[in-house]
């Protein structure tokens, strides 16, 4: 069964700071993997979905990396701002056919950007 | 253009009712899913629809649960004789395909009294 684990579960940095998030997944047969970042009592939002055979996405001051044979994705915030502060969530697609669709979520990095 | 929708954004019931859940997905979209999120489990996926079909349900948690989707859009998540430990956050996603980014709805909190 599929473990996402995400490393630190909390975090707090000054504003202006680069910083980067952990996520790790046990099985590497994966098809994608999804960062979203959650504010709170709202919903998901995607931030950015890197395919297997790809190693890096960009969006902004954010790069997500992904190693899928050491099963690990990192998500780095260049010159963080207040608004940054947020849950950062990552999730993984299973490759396996069969219908079988549905994310397997990490627990979350809880982000604050102190002003 | 509109995103994911879902209703009610809150309910409260007591122990033993039955619930139902909405989510009216991205116009187009073609693959929903629907997730709970609790405080001790994080986010957990439940049902995943593709058009009106539900080749995985892998997710829910007992007989308890069901759902459906008509139409290719809406679907109802429905929980019967409610417990204590439904009491979370259900989640709507939807998706242009199968594998793609998936969108997610505000989600509607239930609190089982």
């Known amino acids: 069964k599929q473990e996402v684990t995400q490393i630190p579960a909390a975090l707090s940095v000054p504003e202006g700071e680069n910083l980067v998030l952990n996520c790790s997944f046990t099985?590497?047969?994966?098809?994608?993997l999804q960062w979203f970042r959650q504010d709170p009592g709202k919903g998901l939002t995607s931030l950015l979905l890197i395919q297997s055979s790809q190693r890096e996405q960009t969006s902004g001051r954010l790069n997500a990396s992904l190693d899928k044979s050491s099963g690990r994705s990192t998500l780095y915030i260049a010159a963080s701002q207040p608004g940054d502060s947020a849950t950062y969530l990552c999730a993984v697609r299973p490759s396996s056919g069969g219908g079988a669709d549905g994310l397997t979520f990490g627990k979350g990095t809880h982000l604050i950007i102190q002003p | 253009g509109a995103g994911v929708s879902q209703s009610p954004s809150n309910k409260v019931t007591e122990k033993g009712k039955d619930v139902e859940l909405r989510c009216d997905p991205i116009s187009g979209h073609t693959a929903l899913y629907w997730y709970r999120q609790s405080l001790g489990q994080g986010l957990e996926f439940l049902i995943y629809f593709q058009g009106n079909s539900a080749p995985d349900k892998s997710g829910l948690p007992s007989d308890r649960f069901s759902a459906e989707r008509t139409g290719g859009s809406v679907s109802t998540l429905t929980i019967q004789r409610t417990q204590q430990e439904d009491s979370a956050v259900y989640l709507c996603?939807?998706?242009?395909?199968?594998?793609?980014?998936?969108?997610f709805g505000p989600g509607t909190r239930l609190t089982v009294l």
């Open positions: 099985d590497s047969a994966i098809y994608n």
């Open positions: 996603a939807s998706s242009s395909r199968s594998a793609g980014t998936q969108y």
